[in-house]
Nanobody, 127 residues
């Protein structure tokens, strides 16, 4: 069982930056790949980024590649999403998710692959 709690959301102007954090409970954090997803009003939840359980591999949606960075600290049971050059279209509720994996370099990117989800944190980018 993995429980996830996101933090770090808020209101930011276009062009600004935010860093989201997702703290995981339990002693299995080093066994899970982690992902970030987002859901904008009136839209379906979409993949943002994922990171392998050992942190060696990352994968990004094309829409965020180059201005978002996912990272993790297994000693702190935390995954991060550094968001830069934010745009109004980045406004959404951001969710972190976890999936137990065996391969060290696996970076799942589809919603159905993830079993554990946080409650979400709101990010609003004003123009």
């Amino acid at each position: 069982q993995v429980q996830l709690v996101e933090s770090g959301g808020g209101l930011v102007q276009a062009g600004g930056s935010l860093r989201l954090s997702c703290a995981a409970s339990g002693r299995t954090f080093s066994s899970v790949a982690m992902g970030w997803f987002r859901q904008a009003p009136g839209k379906e939840r979409e993949f943002v980024a994922s990171i392998s359980k050992d942190g060696s591999k990352t994968y990004y949606a094309d829409s965020v590649k180059g201005h978002f960075t996912i990272s993790r600290d297994n000693a702190k049971n935390t995954v991060y999403l550094q968001m830069g050059s934010l745009k109004p279209e980045d406004t959404a509720v951001y969710y972190c998710a976890a999936k137990m994996v065996y391969g060290s370099s696996y970076t799942p990117s589809t919603e159905t692959e993830y079993r554990y989800w946080g409650q979400g944190t709101q990010v609003t980018v004003s123009s």
